[in-house]
């Protein structure tokens, strides 16, 4: 977080006129004194409550991870409603052939236009409504290759009728589909990416292939019972978890693609290439939304029409029953974590050895005869009404 607040500070711009994101965790909420530290009681996780965020889950990774897991779970209470009603959930991604040189928000105004044209498409309106659509999640992803440039490509999880496509059993282990319906599809869209300036002639076959891809149908049931266990079959992670992944590269067809926040993390690391990228999909990402859904598809399967922002989810400090009071920090305990940069460190500490109040203090001691390596500066309580004082 710390760095991409430093690479999206913009020098000479008022405090209003900055990324949200330079602000996150800056501030304690106007009703606390404190900041409250939490542990899941399995170790596998440790949050902080009484912080102003800034829910940001484009260029934020901690309220990416945050919002991410409730959409996620959102998701996966929908899927076990509709398959539970002997419906199918299908997830058909999008995509297009892109180059090296291709400015991002070129790519994302297109890619939007073709999308919108698709779905506004006598032959999708008719395949949906033969496979008895009753709604869709859309999901905007964005991942980037040195040899290929930016990859936007929209996920949209289909919630039709079982066998709704006429498909047959998945091709390979990765549960691809085809059927005469998806083959239409498919050539749907790729008329569509010539039209829209997004297609190449020459990669005709390649993008009838590769543009529009479908999976899950009658399969996901299965997928559904992986959860947890193994994120390439979970239909409501893969919707979800994208803007929040911060690991190793993935390979596709042969290079290497990479999420914005792992071209973050060598960006703090010194990596030229990776700040002008990240600095690049900052600013042609800023007002997108990441998961949406069809209007009236959450009541229809939650029972609840839930729609709260990604910024109030961020926002919520609500404690899981699983979740642990470990103790509590003051504000000049906090500022020596963020001075020093130990944030995610002293997370990771929380959640695999602290217990008790003492064990927060002694961390916060232990680094404070540390040189800072930042200014930390950590906005006192009520900053953001205009004017703010730093210490």
Request: include cysteine; glycine fraction near 8%; proline fraction near 3%.
């Amino acid at each position: 977080m710390r760095t991409a607040q430093g690479l999206l500070w913009k020098k000479g711009n008022e405090w209003k006129e900055q990324n949200r994101t330079c602000w996150c965790c800056r501030s304690m909420k106007r009703d606390t004194g404190t900041v409250s530290v939490y542990r899941n009681d399995d170790g596998s996780g440790a949050s902080l409550t009484g912080l102003n965020r800034c829910g940001n889950i484009w260029t934020c990774p901690v309220c990416a991870a945050k919002v991410a897991e409730t959409r996620r779970a959102e998701l996966s209470a929908a899927l076990v409603s509709h398959l539970g009603n002997q419906g199918a959930a299908y997830l058909l991604t999008l995509t297009f052939p892109h180059e090296a040189d291709h400015p991002m928000a070129e790519l994302l105004e297109k890619f939007t236009n073709a999308r919108q044209r698709l779905q506004n498409s006598r032959t999708w309106k008719n395949i949906m409504r033969d496979a008895g659509r009753l709604g869709s999640v859309a999901s905007l992803e964005v991942t980037i290759s040195q040899e290929n440039g930016w990859h936007p490509h929209l996920h949209l999880l289909i919630f039709a009728n079982a066998n709704g496509f006429a498909e047959g059993d998945p091709m390979n282990e990765q549960g691809d589909l085809i059927s005469t319906a998806i083959i239409e599809l498919k050539h749907a869209w790729v008329n569509i990416l010539l039209k829209t300036g997004l297609g190449d002639q020459r990669k005709l076959a390649d993008m009838l292939q590769h543009a529009l891809n479908v999976r899950g149908g009658n399969q996901a049931a299965e997928y559904i019972a992986k959860y947890g266990r193994d994120e390439r079959w979970g239909q409501s992670s893969e919707m979800t978890r994208h803007y929040a992944k911060q690991g190793s590269a993935g390979e596709r067809d042969g290079l290497l693609h990479f999420t914005p926040f792992q071209l973050l993390t060598w960006a703090g690391n010194g990596d030229e290439w990776a700040t002008r990228k990240f600095i690049e999909y900052s600013e042609a990402i800023e007002g997108k939304r990441a998961v949406t859904w069809s209007p009236g598809l959450k009541k229809a399967l939650l029972g609840n029409d839930d729609q709260r922002t990604d910024e109030e989810i961020a926002a919520d400090d609500s404690v899981m029953p699983e979740q642990l009071h470990v103790g509590d920090l003051e504000q000049d305990q906090y500022q020596v974590l963020f001075r020093h940069n130990r944030l995610p460190d002293f997370i990771r500490y929380v959640a695999n050895s602290a217990t008790c109040q003492e064990d927060l203090d002694d961390y916060i001691n232990a680094i404070k005869s540390t040189p800072a390596t930042h200014s930390g500066a950590v906005v006192i309580k009520g900053a953001f009404a205009g004017h703010y004082m730093v210490q």
